[in-house]
């Protein structure tokens, strides 16, 4: 589809620089999924201008990689493109895109990084981060198996925010402040996201701790 030859660009803007304002008159993001839904083409492309340069700075934090977050945003307005009309309010577009960044980020860097094991107590255990010994015990280790695939199958059964609060901070060990920023919530949220989501995998997991 020529309308998704996206030209992202690679100079990200630095941190802490805050991206321009909308301008007066310009249309808002849900009379911009309304026209590409009518098949406006130039419509979805206003779209890409506007949120490419934040989609890449948000993949590039989790990632670190530049041509690896450019990648993944040209994967990420694809998949918008698709399931545009599955959004339900037009008016979040650009919320909508960043959890479909941050999922495709978090699903390349965990295939980048292939662990073998992971720390069954701190995942579950843990307190809000800054007490915590993360390194693994090797008497409670969860080796790559069976007992792995009952833990990934019950990070599936949590909410969205709470998986992606745990994958984020007790997995990848990302601070609070910038969990916060990708799930678009306070840290005192985050925070609460990864109490629910520890307390309902020790309700799935209780036969096999």
């Known amino acids: 589809m020529a309308i998704l030859n996206l030209m992202i660009v690679s100079n990200l803007p630095p941190p802490g620089v805050s991206l321009p304002k909308s301008r ?11 026209q590409s839904l009518a098949g406006q083409r130039q419509a979805f492309d206003e ?8 989609a890449v700075a948000v993949s590039y934090r989790l990632l670190g990689n530049t041509q690896d977050a450019m990648d993944i945003t040209q994967e990420a307005f694809l998949k918008a493109f698709a399931n545009l009309a599955t959004l339900q309010k037009p008016e979040a577009f650009g919320g909508w895109l960043m959890r479909i960044v941050s999922n495709l980020s978090l699903n390349f860097r965990r295939g980048r990084k292939l662990r073998t094991q992971l720390s069954l107590d701190g995942l579950i255990d843990g307190n809000d981060g800054t007490t915590t010994d993360r390194r693994a015990d090797p008497v409670h280790q969860i080796q790559s198996g069976e007992m792995g695939e009952r833990l990934q199958e019950a990070l599936r059964q949590l909410t969205e925010k709470q998986r992606t609060a745990i994958i984020l901070f007790t997995i990848e060990q990302m601070p609070q402040k910038q969990v916060a920023g990708t799930l678009g919530c306070s840290v005192e949220a985050v925070k609460w996201h990864v109490f629910q989501g520890r307390k309902r995998l020790k309700e799935i997991l209780k036969d096999h701790l």
Do not use: A, H, M, S
């Open 24 to 34: 007066i008159g310009r249309p808002t993001d849900g009379k911009l999924v309304e």
């Open 47 to 54: 779209l890409i201008r506007r949120y490419q340069r934040q």
